[in-house]
Every structure is written in structure tokens, then in C-alpha cells.
């Protein structure tokens, strides 16, 4: 079974620049989730998709941050404009889907995306 | 009331030593305590997890222990490999939902 893809791997921009991170997730998958992962914390997060809807953006900076998952399907996290502190590794996991039976669903975590804001 | 506290920051070990990381909570609705292991350049990948309605639970080489009065779970590592050397994360979340509260996470050294 194909994991969680993203990319790109690594980006380098700098600051006030826009940039975008790409998921797939693992097919049949229902729940998508952006995490933010700052060098020397875990990972926290940013937005979750239950299919094509959100389901929880309550740590999301939505003055420069926006997120999408167009058709249920892959999903896009940007950033615009990019400040200092958002360098950070960006990490997009899934799950089967949201509670079904009121236990915690796993989630599958692709490799993430290094951003560096210079 | 949010946060999860894991400790030690770091912990290097020598093949076959016993490693303890240590995760402490304060709210009370959390039911959830799952254990990540992430490998550099990769992300984090489930170990095992475990609720509150059991004190301990194994597999494998890994066991958590679980104390619901201390609010406090640990991540205990039987016969450490030089393989084990990653980053672990504690997390937990509320019954009802898969929002996962991570802890600030413990790298380990096993040294053959």
C-alpha cells in the first residue's frame, strides 16, 4: 500500500514570498491533516479535512495560510506572504475517516515538506 | 490545559538498556495516549497507543505504562537496539475527536 506523498521535499524561499506544499493521500482515505513541525517540537496542527470539508482550522494563521482538498482527494496547503518563524517541516497525514465508532482513528504521516524562510 | 509534557529532552543508552520517556497531562477529558516514533527525514509513524482504561499495554519490545490518577504515561523500550535511535512523541486527544496534542518529543541514542 502507497503511503502519504507530498512535496516538494525541501523549499527555500524568501521572506514575504508565497509558496505551496502538495498532498496525496493514502487512497480511500477520508480525513486529511496539515501539521506544522518547528524544529525541536512536535508536530501541531493546522487544519483538518474530513473529505472535501474542514473539519477543525482552529491553529491555522488564516491571514497568510490556506488550505484545500479539492474533490475530497489531494490536498494544498500556501502560505502568502512567508515570514521568518514559518520555517518549519510542513507533514500532511491521513486517516480511514473520522470516528466511526468514537475510537481514534491512526494516523498515516507522508515524509513532509522542509521549509526554510531566509 | 491543552499541553502534553514529555521528558527527557534527550536520553542516550547502551544496547539492551531499558530507556523511560515520561508524558504528563492536565485535561482530564484526553482518552486517547498514542506513542509516535519518527526517523529523521521522515514522519512520525504510530508505536502503540493506549486509553486510560488499562494501566499497561505491550507489543513487541515496547510497553507503556499508564497511571490515570498521576495523569502521567510513560514509553519503557525492553532490550534497546542501536535501530531504536529515533525521536519519540507522546500525544493524547479528547474522546470524540482525532485532534492529536503532541508532546515537544525525546531523541534516543542506542549506542551498540
Known amino acids: 500500500e502507497a503511503g502519504v506523498a507530498q512535496s516538494p521535499r525541501y523549499k527555500i524561499i524568501e521572506k514575504r514570498q508565497s509558496v505551496a506544499f502538495w498532498c496525496n493521500p493514502i487512497?480511500?482515505?477520508?480525513?486529511l491533516y496539515w501539521y506544522q513541525q518547528i524544529l525541536g517540537q512536535g508536530p501541531k496542527l493546522l487544519i483538518q479535512?474530513?473529505?472535501?470539508?474542514?473539519?477543525?482550522d482552529s491553529q491555522l494563521p488564516k491571514d497568510r495560510f490556506s488550505a484545500e482538498r479539492l474533490k475530497g482527494v489531494d490536498s494544498t496547503l500556501k502560505i502568502q506572504p512567508a515570514k521568518l518563524e514559518d520555517s518549519a517541516v510542513y507533514l500532511c497525514?491521513?486517516?480511514?475517516?473520522?470516528?466511526?465508532?468514537?475510537?481514534?482513528?491512526?494516523?498515516?504521516f507522508g515524509p513532509g515538506t522542509r521549509l526554510l524562510v531566509l | 490545559q491543552q499541553q502534553v509534557k514529555q521528558s527527557p529532552q534527550s536520553l542516550i543508552v547502551q544496547k539492551g538498556g531499558i530507556p523511560i520517556i515520561n508524558c504528563a497531562y492536565e485535561n482530564t477529558a484526553f482518552d486517547y495516549f498514542p506513542w509516535y516514533q519518527q526517523f529523521p527525514g521522515k514522519g512520525p509513524a504510530l508505536l502503540i497507543a493506549i486509553r486510560p482504561d488499562v494501566s499497561e499495554k505491550k507489543e513487541g519490545r515496547f510497553t507503556i505504562s499508564f497511571n490515570k490518577s498521576a495523569k502521567q504515561f510513560s514509553l519503557h523500550i525492553m532490550d534497546s537496539q542501536p535501530g531504536d535511535s529515533a525521536t519519540y512523541f507522546c500525544?493524547?486527544?479528547?474522546?470524540?475527536?482525532?485532534?492529536?496534542?503532541f508532546g515537544t518529543g525525546t531523541r534516543l541514542q542506542v549506542f551498540p
Open positions: 479535512f474530513q473529505n472535501n470539508g474542514v473539519v477543525d
Open positions: 497525514a491521513s486517516s480511514l475517516f473520522l470516528l466511526a465508532s468514537g475510537d481514534q482513528e491512526t494516523q498515516y
Open positions: 487512497s480511500g482515505h477520508a480525513t
Open positions: 500525544a493524547a486527544s479528547k474522546h470524540n475527536t482525532d485532534k492529536l496534542i
